[in-house]
């Protein structure tokens, strides 16, 4: 499973954020990027733009996730991930 933010009206204060990332480490994985797994991202949103997309698309990718979770689908359709 991975997924990708949203914006939402209320900013959360420095505390909340604090407790909420701490509980985000406990339920998800980090996917780190190679050099040249960035530049693959990379390239591809030079190609079509999007760099925030691109790399999101990479680390789900490498991830093997069965699901991508997004607010934001019709950027990621603009791009076949394989």
Avoid at 29 to 43: C, D, P, R
Wanted: charged share 20%.
């Amino acid at each position: 499973m991975a997924w990708t933010a949203r914006r939402f009206s209320r900013r959360a204060t420095p505390d909340e954020a604090v407790l909420f990332l701490g509980s985000l480490r406990e339920r998800v994985m980090s996917i780190a990027l190679s050099g040249s797994e960035y530049v693959q991202a990379a390239e591809l949103a030079a190609a079509s733009g999007g760099i925030y997309v691109a790399l999101t698309g990479q680390c789900f990718l490498k991830s093997q996730a069965e699901i991508l979770y997004t607010w934001n689908l019709k950027h990621f359709l603009r791009w076949e991930l394989r």
